[in-house]
């Protein structure tokens, strides 16, 4: 079974930092392109940082300058480093991918995978 499983989140005050990491799991050929979502309460779910499979980095602007986005392609992983946290940070975060892998000996493509979530809160 293809999936993607996060860890890292947590409690944290604010001006704190975190590190979430996502492993794709499963019999997976390449992942492509990778990302970070997050949902507030009330809130749409909105793009906080992605990365090519080139490492190349786009941000939402409100994170800008305070978190990075770094992958590990041969551990089929990406990760967010989460600094100087601010309570309007405090949502859900999901992992998101798209990716190749193999079944029933043919290679198969899965887009837009997405992660159970980690919860992120920032409170004093």
């Not at 930092?17 to 794709?24: D, E, G």
């Not at 992942?31 to 939402?60: C, F």
């Amino acid at each position: 079974q293809v999936q993607l499983v996060e860890s890292g989140g947590g409690l944290v005050q604010p001006g704190g930092s975190l590190r979430l990491s996502c492993v794709a799991s499963g019999n997976i050929r390449s992942v492509y392109a990778m990302a970070w979502y997050r949902q507030a309460p009330g809130k749409q779910r909105e793009l906080v940082a992605a990365s090519t499979s080139a490492g190349h980095a786009n941000y939402d602007d409100s994170v800008k300058g305070r978190f990075t986005i770094s992958r590990d392609n041969a551990k089929k992983s990406v990760y967010l480093q989460m600094n100087n946290l601010k309570p309007e940070d405090t949502a859900v975060y999901y992992c998101n991918a798209d990716l190749n892998y193999y079944k029933d000996g043919a290679v198969r493509s899965m887009y837009d995978l997405w992660g159970q979530g980690t919860q992120v809160t920032v409170s004093s």
